[in-house]
């Protein structure tokens, strides 16, 4: 099993920053990448990024640009700086892990924190 525990969200005006954490425990040598997904009201979940174990980063088109994933593994967390933020990104953040097994992917998810931006 593993276990995430993500912090950092919180209220900002448009146009601010905010930098998520994600802290990952348990089987974390199983985990083959980490990243953020978000859901904002009346919306389906959605990727924001994923970064793999060997670094390579994954972003959705909303965020391009904005938003930048980063790991230390030496902590086992990955954090999300996200700059120039719009009411649009308002949504709860989820840490996600996935565990590749064969063509099976595995999801862990964290327990979700709010991100709300004003305009």
């Known amino acids: 099993q593993v276990q995430l525990v993500e912090s950092g969200g919180g209220l900002v005006q448009a146009g601010g920053s905010l930098r998520l954490s994600c802290a990952a425990s348990?089987?974390?040598?199983?985990?083959?990448?980490m990243g953020w997904y978000r859901q904002g009201p009346g919306k389906q979940r959605e990727l924001v990024a994923l970064?793999?174990?060997?670094?390579?980063?994954n972003y959705g088109d909303s965020v391009k640009g904005r938003f930048t994933i980063s790991r230390d593994n030496a902590k086992n967390t990955v954090y999300l700086e996200m700059n120039s933020l719009k009411p649009d990104d308002t949504a709860v953040y989820y840490c996600n892990a996935k565990r590749w097994i064969g063509a099976a992917t595995y999801d862990y998810w964290g327990q979700g924190t709010q991100v709300t931006v004003s305009s």
């Open positions: 970064i793999s174990r060997s670094g390579s980063t």
């Open positions: 348990g089987s974390i040598f199983s985990i083959n990448a």
